[in-house]
């Protein structure tokens, strides 16, 4: 049985474990969850992931595991070549409060399940787009000095790491969001590294199957 991403093209979540499966050289099944049609409400979706989120990876031997976070530390754990976390604990440490600054601090507070309860609360497009860049600078302003410290090309070091797996979508998220970049030369740097490294460019948004335009 194949790895199976469950997962929504223009998500943030299953755009990590995209580029953490890619930079482990891994082979998946890409099992499409449209988030704006509701499927992730359905039973069907109900019965792979309970909370109603992406991503869910379903595993070789049947087993399905949830939350971005969670799934990349396995892949680390199980497919340790190439590592997504530096050897050393302190270096460990600094690359998951990075990646944690994107997951937990930035993410849920701009997700879909955020952006809709706005909407339900009337809360227009303006005032959506200022709550996101908000929240997104927030984070962006921790996360710069953090990267221009310790990186050699990449946000920690001189290879890719979980930190890059959370920061690069987060990076696409703020340019949805129409959020300034200029401030953030070490990010931006980052970014545009990425983009030429083919894990990466592969787990973009626009190149799943599941793309759609605008």
């Not at 039973?43 to 939350?67: C, F, K, M, S």
Request: net charge neutral.
């Amino acid at each position: 049985m194949a790895l199976r991403l469950h997962s929504y093209w223009r998500a943030t979540a299953p755009y990590r474990v995209r580029i953490g499966l890619n930079l482990k050289g891994l082979a998946y099944d890409y099992a499409p969850v449209n988030l704006i049609a509701g499927d992730q409400h359905g039973e069907t979706y109900r019965g792979i992931n309970p909370q109603e989120l992406t991503p869910a990876l379903t595993t070789q031997d049947g087993r399905v595991l949830t939350q971005s976070l969670a799934i990349l530390e396995w892949l680390e754990e199980v497919h340790p070549v190439p590592p997504l976390l530096p050897a050393d604990p302190a270096d460990r440490a600094s690359v998951r409060a990075m990646a944690g600054i994107v997951a937990c601090d930035i993410h849920p507070l701009n997700n879909l399940r955020i952006q809709q309860q706005l909407t339900a609360l009337g809360v227009d497009d303006a005032g959506r787009s200022a709550w996101s860049q908000r929240w997104i600078e927030d984070g962006f302003r921790a996360l710069e000095p953090m990267i221009a410290r310790h990186t050699a090309g990449w946000a920690f070091g001189t290879e890719p790491t979980l930190a890059d797996c959370c920061l690069i979508p987060q990076v696409y998220s703020a340019e949805r969001y129409k959020v300034d970049l200029a401030p953030y030369p070490a990010i931006r740097a980052v970014a545009q590294r990425a983009a030429a490294h083919p894990a990466f460019a592969a787990a973009h948004p626009d190149r799943q199957p599941d793309a759609r335009p605008g």
